[in-house]
Each structure stands twice: as C-alpha cells, then as structure tokens.
C-alpha cells in the first residue's frame, strides 16, 4: 500500500499555519498502525481487481489509441525533459535550501530576515503566477537593454527552459528550506555542547555534527517535496519547454480527443510518481533516517 | 515601457485601469478556493471515515482515490475533470432520459478543487481521528449515542485540534491551485491578470500586483488560522514535548 | 469545542446552497457563445471592465439579434475550446476558428463570415520573405492548434531552427518583441493590430504566405457541434440575412477600412 507514503505534506504542517516540520507527526499524532497487510488475493480485492481489468479492457476497446505509435517517441523525450527538469532543479534547489534555512536559526538578522521573507512570498503565491511573471515579465525587460541582448548569456536567455528551471528550483528552495529551518533548530542541543566539548571550532562543528544530523533529519521529508516538485513540472509547457504535458497537448490538437492523451498522461505520472516513492523507499532502507 | 511608474496608473480601480478587474479575479478566485476547500472537507470527513470504519470493499476504493489523486499532477486532474466532470452528469443525466444542465464554470471549478482537495484533506483527518483517544468513542457509545451523534459530538470535536495544521496548510495549498483554473479559461485572478498583461503589455506590473495580492490572501489567512488554533487549542494539554 | 463543531456543520450546509444555486442558476435556456479566453485584437479582447470587445463580439451580437437567440459570451482556454464544444461546456465557437477538414472531422461549421490572408512578421533590422527559403534557420512563433500552427509544420518546420508554440498569440507576439522569436505566422489582421501597438514598434509584416486551401481552409466559420443543424439552418440565414440589410458592413467599418469577408 503505497497511499500512505505518497505524500504526507500536508499531515506534516506544524502549529504556525503551515510550515513543516520533520519526522515530528510522531509527537502531534500517535503513529497510525496499519493493521495487518492483507493479502492481494481475498475475495474483495479479486473482485476489485476483475473491475479494474474490465475498465482497462473497455478504455482500450471503445477508445482511440492508434495514434499511440506515432507519437511514441516523442513522448520518450517529454518524459526525459520532465525527469531532467525535475531532477536539476530538486538538486540545485536543494543546495539553496541548506543555507537559507541555516541563517533563519543561527544567522544574523541581516540575512535571517530577507531569508524569512524570500520562503513567505515564494510560499505564498502561485507558481504558475512567478513562472509568468519571470518568463514574460521578467524577460521583457532583458529585452530591452541591448547592452544584455549582445552578452554572451542571450542564447541561453532566449530559450525557455532557463526561466522554467529558474522558478522550480526557487520554489523547491521556498519549500525545502522551510523543512531545514526546522531541520536545523531540532538537532539536540546537547549534540552541539558535546562537539564543543570537544573543542571543535565553530566551522568544523557545523561541517561535522550539525550539518549532516540536519541534513540526515530532513532526508525522510525529501520523498514528499520531490514528489510535489515532480507534480509542479507541467508548469513549464506553459512557457514553452516541451516537456510530457506539452507533448500531450499537442496530440490532443492533433486528434481532437478529449479524454486518451490525458488518461495517458495521468498514467504516466502515476507511474513516476510510484517510481520516485519507490527508489526513496531503497534508499531509505539503506540508510536508516527514520527517527533521529 | 519605461520602468514602472507611467504603468501604475494601469492598476487603478475604474477603467481605464485594471484595479477593478482584478479584485473582480480575487473575488472568483476566493469564491473557488472557499467553495473547493469546503466540498475537500465534506468529501474528506466522509472518505476518512470511509477509510477507518468502512468495510474492506470501501476502504480500498478510498485508498485508491486517495493514492491516484495524490499521485497525479493538479493540472492535469483539473483538466481531466473539467471536461469529463461536466460530461458524466450530463450522460448521467441522459441515461435517466432527463435533460441536460447547464453547469456553471464556478461549479466545475469548485468540484475540481473539491475533488483535488479531498484526498489530501482525507489523510489529514484519518490522521486526526486515530489521535482521538478510543476511550472517549467508547464512552459516547456507552451513552447509546448513534454512530452518527458519536461523530457529531465526539469524534469531530475532538480531532479539531489534532487536524488544524494541515486544515490550515491545504486552504493555502486550496488559494493557490485555483491560479491552475486560468489553463481551462476560467476567469480567476491569475488568467484576468493574463489577460490585463496581454492587452496593456505591462507584464511586469500586473504580475507583481497579483503576486501582491495573492501574498495578501496568504498572509491574512495565517493571522486568522493562529487565532482559530489559540482558540481550539484552549483546556487541551500540550500535545508532544515541542507544540 | 462545541462551537467549532457547529461552526463546521453550518460551513457544510453552506456549500450545498451554494452549489445548488451554482446548478440552479444557469439552467434557463441560452446559447452559450465559446471565445477564447485571450486578447485578440481587434477581434475580441477584454476591457478594463471585464467586457470582451472587438469586431467578433459585434458580428456575434449582429447574429444573436437577427437569429433571436440569447447568447452568453462564455471565455474558455482556446487549446481547449474544441473539447468544450464537444463535452457541452459551450454550445458555439466564435473565435476567429478557421474552417477545416480536420476540424470537420470532429466539429461542424456555419458558412464561414470572414477570410484574410496569413502573413508572418519580423523584427524591422532582418529582412527576409515569408517563404521557406526566407525562413530558413529562424524561430518561429505561432499560436497552438491554429491553422498556422500546420502551415508551418508543413512548410517551415523542416527548415526552421526552431518551432515555439504559445497558448495565446499575444504571449507569441510579446515573445517577438522581447527578442526570442525571429518570426511569427497568423492571421494577416491581427498582426496589423500587434504591429500598430506600442509592442509591436520593433517589427514589421515580412509577406503573405502562399495559400494552401487544405490547410488555411476557405476563412473562418462558426464551430458547433455535429448533430444542431437546427442552429446551424438558424445561423446561417442570420450571417446571410446581416450580409444583405448591410448590419454586417456598418459594424466592420468602425474596424476595418476593406472588406473582411474576402473573396
């Protein structure tokens, strides 16, 4: 059963009207106890199951697949561009997060401040609306200094994909950081004491106990975060990048059909999405992040 | 355009300026996310207790529901459900041999954001209900209570403080998906600030001045959620060692 | 405790009344007129006010009146206006839809009410023709599932560097102007309104493609669904009748200096 895992986030938002926190749904509710896993095979799910199978049979049957094969390759490459998109700006995004989170506890009220605010309004307005506004706002007014048309970056600010990449890894940032802010402020005092003990400095302390217990509690959320990241990515075809939904769309130009592309398309992030909670479960297995 | 400042006359609230139109967007926006996050919270209480007390069949056709909702991307579910919402009823309807109704765009809208709303809010109140101590369900029932009064008078109050937060994260989550509905055409603040930006070619402006808005929303619906959960969280003993 | 329990029972109630008068009250027995939900100058675009504007919109209430229909301007996603007219969201398209054989596959069309050419636009400083040798190794713009958007697959695309498609034409317009696109394809008329903008400065019109009936079809048509010929009959005489009483000349005269019907 994998509904549980997909995606907690919303399960997880601590007590100040949204943000996370990790690993601490333990101490807001008693751990839910799934009861005993069940067979695949009782009698309900055997009938269940034969539902399933005749809805797939009469989706095939009654409706209109034969422009599958032409498209087939393409779809390929949509779905590679969505991966790339997803995992660059996951990545990137993540190497944000660790220091915006950081100054909201330890750093000066300089930089604590402007990271506060950053993680509000990035949180608190629509992607689609900052994807616009970077795409056609924000490049509109490139456009208008030649000294910035004749740079050697234009190439690349021409396209699209560097404004899409652009506003998911800001917004996975927002995001991410919020859960290492709180990452941060819950590694055990005492862990810290302990280090200074030790007569670490303040740098090796960070780099060596405070950093990697942070990072090692934030690990479990990440599952989730890359899964909304995965379900923010269709965004970018709005601005032109072709990834799977921008492939869709146009099969559904070109055969005027309603339903197919999109049940296609659902089946497809289905499969990612059930893909990307599985690679976290191995590798969770391998490290045990669970309860720190 | 020359900066921002000759642009901003764009945004007064009489025409010529677009002040008007986009409050008008606000407006429908709040409607749609007032009117999801409501149908979310009707079709989660009964999908949670679907989940919890109903029988095997139930149960996984909730977790089904739960688990595709959650796995597909927004856009994607609004624009399958957005036609095929509107489709279904009417050969629902043609199937009863009754006719055809018209369903507003706010209706589709709403149900969309419902539909996407409740699975999430569904594991947000699963989650609170296990936390209700079955000692209190068991002494309603002691009472004779009706199942029905039991979730009435026990259950539902009870879990109030547990579901809070997440309550309070899916409406910001609610706010934000309806900009998904501008995709279909529906004339929410997003696609009405699309389309001020198109005519006036002001990108920069109108954009800002929805994100401003948007921001407003976010930040007002957080004063209010701290207010609500000082109040709920009155006479109930600190929950955990950091809350 | 208690009050909140009340409190969210009330807010349930609450939202059956509203979805029920959601339901109840569009049910009374109206056209609804599909245009896409962008500005299209000087077709259709939206106002200050909320109120769409233009050439289209008069032709529309001209056709309303003449065939005692009650329209109701009802803005949808124009990738997305043919899956509404089919689902019922929308009982008419008139939004500048050309009249196709592809089209005619899964929609119906009235006769069609105007036809101009298609042109294609660049910036002033590069000088080329709308033709395949002219645009070879440029980047062209145009708008998703339009007649254009086939044209250039058909004609441009092998030679292109590039093919970018735009939910609307003002985001592929903007996005010439902003210097991401070498050209852009559409309909001849609204890119004369572009480039008589303040926006539309930095270009000029490069040339008419040459026609291809199958694709560009024979101009533009209202879109319905298959099975109305009873509004389509009704249509029909009302373009027809507008065309005759001289309606349909003194609406387009506050718009156009030449006859947009075409040949």
């Given amino acids: 059963m994998t509904g549980g895992g997909v995606d907690l986030k919303p399960a997880q938002a601590d007590a100040e009207g949204g943000s996370l926190i990790l690993g601490d749904e333990a101490l807001i509710l008693p751990a839910y106890v799934p009861p005993k896993a069940r067979s695949l095979l009782e009698p309900h799910r055997l009938f269940l199951m034969a539902v399933f199978a005749l809805l797939v049979f009469c989706a095939i049957w009654f409706m209109r697949w034969d422009w599958l094969p032409k498209y087939a390759l393409r779809l390929v490459a949509g779905i590679w561009q969505t991966l790339l998109m997803l995992f660059s700006t996951a990545i990137v995004g993540f190497l944000f997060a660790v220091p915006i989170g950081l100054v909201q506890v330890t750093g000066p009220r300089l930089l604590a401040w402007p990271a506060k605010i950053f993680c509000t309004v990035i949180r608190g307005t629509p992607l689609l609306l900052q994807l616009w506004l970077l795409y056609y706002g924000l490049g509109s007014i490139f456009a208008q200094y030649p000294e910035i048309r004749s740079s050697f970056l234009w190439p690349y600010l021409r396209q699209a994909w560097p404004y899409g990449f652009a506003a998911l890894t800001i917004s996975f940032a927002a995001y991410e950081a919020e859960v290492m802010r709180g990452a941060f402020a819950g590694v055990p005092r005492g862990e810290l004491e302990a280090a200074r003990a030790f007569g670490m400095g303040r740098f090796t302390m960070f780099r060596r106990i405070w950093l990697p217990r942070a990072i090692h509690r934030a690990l479990p959320t990440l599952n989730g975060e890359t899964v909304l990241q995965l379900k923010s990515t269709p965004l970018v075809a709005t601005i032109t990048v072709i990834d799977v939904y921008a492939v869709v769309s146009r099969i559904r130009q070109d055969t005027y059909l309603t339903y197919e592309p999109l049940l296609l398309l659902a089946l497809i992030y289905i499969c990612l999405t059930g893909g990307l909670v599985a690679a976290f479960r191995f590798f969770e297995r391998r490290i045990p992040t669970r309860r720190a | 355009m020359d900066g921002l400042f000759p642009t901003l006359q764009l945004l007064s609230l009489t025409p010529p300026g677009w002040g008007g139109a986009l409050i008008a967007g606000l407006v429908a926006s709040l409607e749609l996310a007032v009117g999801g996050y409501v149908l979310g919270l009707v079709i989660g209480i009964a999908a949670a207790f679907g989940k919890l007390y109903g029988g095997p069949i139930l149960r996984d056709l909730m977790e089904i529901y739960t688990t595709l909702v959650r796995a597909v991307p927004e856009l994607v579910l609004i624009l399958l459900l957005y036609y095929a919402g509107t489709d279904a009823v009417n050969q629902l309807l043609a199937l009863l041999s009754m006719p055809a109704v018209d369903i507003s765009g706010l209706a589709a809208g709403i149900f969309v954001i419902g539909v996407v709303q409740g699975a999430y809010s569904t594991e947000v109140l699963r989650g609170a209900i296990l936390a209700v101590s079955p000692g209190q369900i068991e002494a309603a029932r002691a009472y004779g209570m009706s199942p029905f009064q039991v979730m009435r008078r026990v259950t539902l109050p009870a879990m109030l403080p547990h579901a809070l937060p997440g309550l309070a994260n899916l409406w910001m989550i609610a706010t934000k998906d309806t900009a998904l509905l501008a995709v279909v055409g529906f004339s929410e603040l997003t696609l009405t600030t699309r389309q001020a930006a198109g005519t006036t070619k002001a990108y920069m402006t109108f954009y800002l001045a929805a994100g401003v808005l948007y921001l407003a929303v976010t930040l007002v619906s957080n004063l209010v959620i701290a207010v609500i959960e000082r109040r709920a969280k009155r006479g109930t003993p600190p929950l955990g060692a950091t809350s | ?263």
Avoid at chain 3, 114 to 124: A, E, L, Q, S
Avoid at chain 3, 148 to 154: A, I
Avoid at chain 3, 213 to 229: F, M, N, S
């Fill in chain 3, 1 to 263: 405790m208690k009050t909140i329990a009340q409190t969210i029972g009330k807010t349930i109630a609450l939202a059956f009344v509203i979805g029920a008068a959601a339901f109840g009250a569009a049910s009374a027995q109206e056209i609804k007129v599909g245009l896409a939900a962008e500005p299209y100058p000087p077709f259709a675009s939206p106002d200050a006010n909320g109120k769409w504007v233009g050439w289209e919109v008069d032709f529309m209430e001209a056709v309303c009146a003449e065939a005692k229909l009650k329209c109701v301007i009802t803005p949808v996603a124009w990738d997305g206006i043919i899956p509404a007219l089919t689902t019922k969201k929308i009982d008419a398209i008139i939004a500048s839809m050309s009249i196709t054989e592809e089209r005619m596959k899964t929609i119906d069309f009235s006769d069609k009410y105007y036809n101009t050419p298609t042109g294609v636009i660049g910036p002033k400083s590069e000088k080329f023709t709308a033709t395949p040798e002219g645009l070879k190794g440029k980047v062209i713009g145009v708008q998703v599932s339009t007649v254009h958007q086939e044209y250039v697959t058909k004609y441009f695309a092998p030679v292109a560097s590039e093919v970018k498609e735009y939910q609307t034409q003002d985001e592929a317009n903007q996005d010439l102007a902003a210097g991401r696109l070498d050209a852009v394809q559409a309909d001849s008329i609204a890119l004369d309104a572009f480039l008589t903008s303040d926006a539309g400065k930095c270009c000029d019109l490069k040339g008419y493609v040459k026609d291809d009936v199958a694709i560009l079809g024979p101009g533009v048509g209202v879109g319905l669904r298959k099975d109305e010929t009873e509004l389509k009959t009704k249509i029909n005489a009302a373009i027809k009748a507008i065309r005759a009483n001289g309606t349909y000349d003194k609406f387009s005269k506050k718009y156009f200096a030449f006859d947009i019907y075409g040949g």
